[in-house]
């Protein structure tokens, strides 16, 4: 059955690099893309960016100048890495294939 | 970047009760192959999101039919006939038509 699981750090210092990583299982990413979303404590969801089954990125305009996402599709894996963390990127962070199926999301905090 | 509005922003409900939520969008989400990319989550205390509703009124596989979805254009409902105790969470609609994609800032359904 499809499954996605988020991995990575709980706590990162604020200026440095966030990198998740996530699992899926299930179906090829060469054939659906995986969509990035965070949620702040208590916030709404904030849609991050997606990776296209071709490869192809898109990303939240706010976030786009620190932000990329990337794959090993022989690994089932899809990245998320954003630079120059402050406290309000504290938040859980999912990843998601076409919000039909959600991982169970990874809290980060951001430590100043 | 596209924004969605949605209203309420909280909905007291009392079970049973039918219940209408809009998400308004600050350009048309009809997209140039015809289709729309609006789509509706929920997402109850503590879990991750999920999704009910996908371009506009597509129901899907495994979401009761109480849940229904209509709209074109800028202007997009979602209609729960009949609360149930298990309905109660934030809703969300989202757009996919217009790179970035964006979220609605999100209803809260409560029971009165």
């Known amino acids: 059955q499809v499954q996605l699981k988020e991995s990575g750090p709980v706590l990162v210092q604020a200026s440095e690099t966030l990198s998740l990583t996530c699992t899926v299982s299930?179906?090829?990413?060469?054939?659906?893309?995986v969509i990035w979303v965070r949620q702040p404590p208590g916030k709404g969801l904030e849609w991050m960016g997606i990776i296209w089954r071709n490869g192809n990125t898109d990303y939240n305009s706010a976030l786009k100048s620190r932000l990329s996402i990337n794959r090993d599709t022989s690994k089932s894996q899809v990245f998320l890495k954003m630079n120059s963390l402050q406290t309000d990127d504290t938040a859980i962070y999912y990843c998601?294939?076409?919000?039909?199926?959600w991982g169970q999301g990874t809290l980060v905090t951001v430590s100043s | 970047d596209v924004v969605l509005t949605q209203t309420p922003p909280t909905l007291s409900a009392t079970i049973g009760q039918s219940v209408s939520i809009s998400c308004r969008s600050s350009q048309s989400l009809l997209h140039s192959n015809g289709n729309t990319y609006l789509h509706w989550l929920l997402q109850r205390p503590g879990q991750s999101p999920q999704l009910l509703i996908y371009?506009?009124?597509r129901l899907e596989s495994g979401v009761p039919n109480r849940f229904s979805g209509s709209g074109s254009g800028t202007d997009f409902t979602l209609k729960i006939s009949g609360v149930e105790a298990e309905d109660l969470g934030v809703y969300y609609c989202?757009?996919?038509?217009?790179?970035?994609?964006?979220f609605g800032g999100g209803t809260k359904l409560e029971l009165k």
């Open positions: 998601t294939r076409w919000f039909a199926y």
């Open positions: 371009s506009v009124s």
């Open positions: 989202v757009q996919g038509t217009h790179a970035p994609w964006t």
């Open positions: 299930g179906f090829s990413l060469t054939n659906y893309g």
